[in-house]
């Protein structure tokens, strides 16, 4: 049976991510508003301008409501602004809008602007089926994870800083993985709703 995934479309590359999702057996729902949450298994926060989705999910009144749902359990995918939206602690933006969720340190824009956007290959653990399956990541002024946690697993890193990084139910990613054609993180993020789903129907 089909899960109900949540892409948060407030702003963004949101529609990337709803076309990675659409060959797995999923509901895609857009969130916009907080009705939009009802009934998801798993939450995707793409990238874009995390200081102008900070904003509209105060405005709409998503922020806390859509932070209890992540807190719950609920498996999350968070790419490059996602990232960011996840991070408890932001360095010269603390005051910046966010779930704050995960325990890890994040600067933004830590590779240059946007002309100096670039791709490359990277070993992924949990995702890499062995050490020379590379996985394409494209990062477009991408943060880093500058420290985390010690609940944090750091699963990659470039230039001796994490980008991609998981704690329990939610994993974050500098870069955009719905820009290449491998959808494994996506994947990732559909087995894990399954098993939310499940888990929620056995009790």
């Given at each position: 049976?089909?899960?109900?995934?949540?892409?948060?479309?407030?702003?963004?590359?949101?529609?990337?991510?709803?076309?990675?999702?659409?060959?797995?057996?999923?509901?895609?729902?857009?969130?916009?508003?907080?009705?939009?949450?009802?009934?998801?298994?798993?939450?995707?926060?793409?990238?874009?301008?995390?200081?102008?989705?900070?904003?509209?999910?105060?405005?709409?009144?998503?922020?806390?409501?859509?932070?209890?749902?992540?807190?719950?359990?609920?498996?999350?995918?968070a790419t490059c602004a996602g990232m960011i939206l996840l991070a408890r602690n932001l360095p010269g933006f603390s005051e910046q809008p966010r779930l704050g969720l995960m325990d890890i340190a994040v600067l933004r824009?830590?590779?240059?602007?946007?002309?100096?956007?670039?791709?490359?290959?990277?070993?992924?653990?949990?995702?890499?089926?062995?050490?020379?399956?590379?996985?394409?990541?494209?990062?477009?002024?991408?943060?880093?994870?500058?420290?985390?946690?010690?609940?944090?697993?750091?699963?990659?890193?470039?230039?001796?800083?994490?980008?991609?990084?998981?704690?329990?139910?939610?994993?974050?990613?500098?870069?955009?993985?719905?820009?290449?054609?491998?959808?494994?993180?996506?994947?990732?993020?559909?087995?894990?709703?399954?098993?939310?789903?499940?888990?929620?129907?056995?009790?």
């Amino acid at each position: 049976m089909a899960v109900r995934i949540g892409v948060l479309a407030l702003q963004g590359a949101f529609r990337e991510h709803v076309q990675a999702l659409a060959g797995y057996d999923t509901e895609v729902c857009e969130i916009r508003t907080p009705s939009d949450l009802e009934g998801l298994r798993g939450i995707v926060l793409p990238g874009g301008e995390s200081t102008v989705m900070g904003k509209l999910l105060l405005e709409e009144g998503l922020l806390h409501p859509l932070a209890q749902l992540c807190a719950s359990g609920i498996p999350v995918l968070a790419t490059c602004a996602g990232m960011i939206l996840l991070a408890r602690n932001l360095p010269g933006f603390s005051e910046q809008p966010r779930l704050g969720l995960m325990d890890i340190a994040v600067l933004r824009n830590a590779f240059g602007r946007q002309k100096e956007s670039f791709a490359t290959r990277l070993h992924v653990r949990e995702f890499s089926r062995q050490a020379n399956d590379l996985i394409e990541a494209v990062f477009i002024r991408a943060p880093v994870v500058a420290s985390c946690g010690p609940e944090v697993n750091v699963l990659a890193s470039l230039q001796g800083n994490p980008v991609a990084v998981r704690q329990d139910n939610m994993l974050a990613l500098s870069f955009h993985p719905e820009l290449s054609c491998d959808t494994r993180f996506h994947g990732w993020l559909v087995r894990r709703a399954q098993e939310h789903k499940a888990a929620m129907h056995s009790v």
